[in-house]
């Protein structure tokens, strides 16, 4: 591992934390050349995932993408990114489990719009009128009142009837 400050490879691990959704590693590193010190995740090195887009392009999964989307539907409201990070794992997870390598984009946009509807209904409006391609005002308007009818399920709530 590289030092980010001086480029340097040699360094010893201060700290080693399983992180809070268990999935990967936090370690506490520091440069033995310039004592900077630094963090790093390890993960679980996962099947190579494809999108196959509306074009029928297919292209492989990007996690930092699927991130950066959400993330950029939250800005500005009160959900915090380890929470948007926790949300993409468990995406991530639903995928691999439920479906093959490839994976059409118009399933992993559902995904994310699933959870964020669970997470904050603006970045869930906000997300959805450039997913869905809202042309005019009264398409926004009517996702607006089908999200007013729709009831928001609790995550601390198990749902009682299926």
Do not use: W
Not at 110 to 137: C, N, P, T
């Amino acid at each position: 591992m590289r030092c980010p400050k001086c480029g340097d490879a040699e360094d010893k691990v201060i700290d080693s934390r399983l992180s809070k959704d268990g999935a990967s590693i936090r370690r506490r590193r520091e440069c033995t050349a310039c004592a900077h010190r630094f963090t790093t995740y390890e993960e679980i090195e996962r099947a190579d995932l494809r999108v196959v887009k509306r074009d029928e392009r297919i292209e492989p999964f990007d996690k930092h993408k699927l991130l950066g989307g959400m993330m950029k539907a939250c800005e500005k409201r009160p959900v915090g990114v380890e929470t948007l990070e926790q949300a993409v794992g468990e995406i991530i997870h639903d995928l691999e489990s439920n479906y093959g390598r490839e994976i059409s984009s118009q399933v992993i946009g559902g995904k994310v719009m699933e959870k964020l509807h669970q997470l904050d209904e603006v970045a869930y409006v906000r997300y959805a009128s450039v997913y869905r391609h809202f042309q005019d005002i009264g398409e926004f308007i009517d996702e607006i009142q089908s999200l007013a009818k729709r009831t928001k399920r609790s995550t601390l709530q198990p749902e009682l009837f299926k």
